[in-house]
T-cell receptor
């Protein structure tokens, strides 16, 4: 069975600093996608970044980047120059070409001024 | 461009009542799914559909029914509500199970309380 593990229930960071959220996953598939979703207090699920497993280059989206280590089954999210608006729950998720999107339990990130 | 529309946004039910959570998307996505979100447990998949007329169970299907008669709509039915079904429910859609072409699009959620 595929699983996604986020070992940090809560994190905090000061504004303008950098923070890294951890995610590990387990699968026997060779092709899959990995995602980070942000859920602010509004409850809306917002796609932050995604990574295709067959691409070695780490994905980046402005201040957000990932460190994808396929052999270690690790997919961490780095947020640079943290902003107050980054305060949210962050979910790591995984999907294959056959079926469902599976989520981790989430990391609550608080950005302090 | 509505994306994924979920109704209602809030609902209170009494134990044993039935109701349907509505989900509609206007992006011609084949893949649709329902999740429930509970504190400390992330989002867990209830049911999903890879196209009209095709549905399958996810991780926590008990107590819920779905059908997919059109590409656009994927309603979730609670036949006899129980307090354990108190949760926030999300509908999501995607071009495919891969989530390519923009990933999964989520509705704004339904907060359901069963008393």
């Amino acid at each position: 069975a595929q699983t996604v593990t986020q070992s940090q229930p809560e994190m905090s960071v000061q504004e303008a600093e950098t923070v890294t959220l951890s995610c590990t996953y387990d699968t026997s598939e060779s092709n899959y996608y990995l995602f980070w979703y942000k859920q602010p207090p509004s409850r809306q699920m917002i796609l932050v970044i995604r990574q295709e497993a067959y691409k070695q280059q780490n994905a980046t989206e402005n201040r957000f980047s990932v460190n994808f280590q396929k052999a270690a089954k690790s997919f961490s999210l780095k947020i640079s120059d943290s902003q107050l608006g980054d305060t949210a729950m962050y979910f790591c998720a995984f999907s294959t070409n056959t079926d469902k999107l599976i989520f981790g339990t989430g990391t609550r990130l608080q950005v302090f001024p | 461009n509505a994306g994924v529309t979920q109704t209602p946004k809030f609902q209170v039910l009494k134990t044993g009542q039935s109701m349907t959570l509505q989900c509609a998307q206007d992006m011609n996505h084949e893949y649709m799914s329902w999740y429930r979100q509970d504190p400390g447990m992330g989002l867990r998949l209830i049911h999903y559909s890879v196209g009209a007329g095709i549905t399958d169970q996810g991780e926590v299907p008990n107590g819920y029914n779905v059908s997919r008669s059109t590409t656009e709509d994927f309603p979730l039915r609670l036949l006899s509500a129980a307090p354990s079904q108190t949760s926030v429910y999300f509908c999501a859609s995607s071009y495919s199970a891969w989530g390519v072409g923009g990933g999964y699009t989520f509705g704004s959620g339904t907060r359901l309380t069963v008393v």
